[in-house]
């Protein structure tokens, strides 16, 4: 089975956004000495916590300090920008790191109407124009001329790129252009066996010879069950505040467990665990597995949002070895 990581850089409480990129790299090197595949960057804006603004920095600033991790986008907000210049900077990285830089893009709107108007300098970009700007954006980085002219720099070889999404409909989109998909498990953990089903059943070769989908999901491995439920007590906090647009920043297990919750609270974090996978070593093998077996997915992406650095660090040395 092989793993990779997807990275919100999710800053602590108590922690600075400069710390949170300097344990990101740690956390970066570490997983490539372990044997971590990929180390991907999403793209979060306007939050107080989420650090990962930039992936295309990020990615450059991994690169520079590893030597055979595939470093990638989880993913860049395609609608909201020039598909020309994305194309660019993917093509610059991949002139710096030939072989590493992995493209995946999605059709997010970025957030509220006011950060999508600020990413956007105001201009109006139609969601609709998606696929489009993805068939695009892999013609320009396989050094193709969509608009009459070429992205630079020419390189020899393209990086590969991948659709983000959340069901069939994005599975299809892929599928038709030939790109590689990331179902986000993390966000939609129900539609994932019939994406991956569309995606493998209707792929039709384009920037890719082959299929290649990857699922991205939170995964807390501890060194006990009831070690990675406490663990994991931040993670949930986390999810719930950020998704009532509150503090984004990442709680310590200590103010998870204090902080008062109505019955609905509960009740939303009981539905948030179908979106991890929380364990023993034994637990989060067996899961990873059982998922492996439904979606006929080639990679997993995992994601890790808890407050304590090191116990993260060591979640990721657990789930390796599992595999």
Request: aromatic letters at 8%; a neutral charge; charged letters at 25%.
């Amino acid at each position: 089975m092989k793993l990779g990581i997807l990275e919100q850089m999710a800053t602590p409480k108590g922690k600075t956004a400069e710390d949170t990129v300097e344990e990101t790299l740690d956390l970066a090197q570490h997983a490539e000495a372990i044997g971590y595949q990929r180390f991907w960057f999403a793209e979060h804006h306007a939050t107080k916590g989420m650090t990962s603004s930039a992936p295309e920095i990020m990615m450059a600033a991994v690169a520079s300090r590893t030597t055979r991790l595939h470093v990638g986008s989880g993913g860049i907000l395609l609608p909201q920008y020039s598909v020309y210049k994305v194309a660019a900077q993917l093509l610059q990285l991949q002139a710096l790191f030939p072989g590493r830089i992995e493209a995946g893009v999605g059709r997010s709107p970025g957030g509220a109407e006011r950060v999508r108007s600020a990413l956007a300098d105001g201009k109006e970009n139609q969601l609709n124009d998606y696929p489009e700007k993805l068939e695009a954006l892999a013609s320009y980085v396989r050094g193709q001329s969509p608009k009459g002219v070429r992205a630079t720099p020419r390189t020899n070889a393209a990086p590969p790129v991948y659709s983000l999404g959340l069901g069939e409909n994005s599975a299809e989109i892929a599928a038709r252009l030939g790109v590689g998909y990331v179902y986000g498990h993390f966000i939609a953990p129900t539609r994932g066996e019939a994406a991956h089903e569309v995606y493998r059943q209707q792929f039709t070769p384009g920037s890719l010879s082959v299929p290649h989908a990857l699922t991205a999901v939170f995964v807390i491995c501890g060194e006990s069950d009831a070690h990675a439920e406490e663990l994991a007590m931040s993670q949930d906090m986390w999810l719930l505040r950020t998704e009532k647009g509150l503090d984004s920043r990442v709680p310590s297990v200590e103010e998870a467990k204090a902080a008062k919750k109505t019955e609905r609270d509960q009740q939303k974090i009981k539905e948030n665990r179908r979106r991890m996978i929380i364990g023993g070593p034994d637990t989060v093998r067996e899961q990873l597995s059982y998922f492996s077996e439904r979606y006929h997915n080639d990679e997993w992406l995992i994601l890790t949002n808890i407050h304590d650095f090191q116990e993260k660090r060591r979640s990721f040395e657990r789930i390796i070895s599992l595999f």
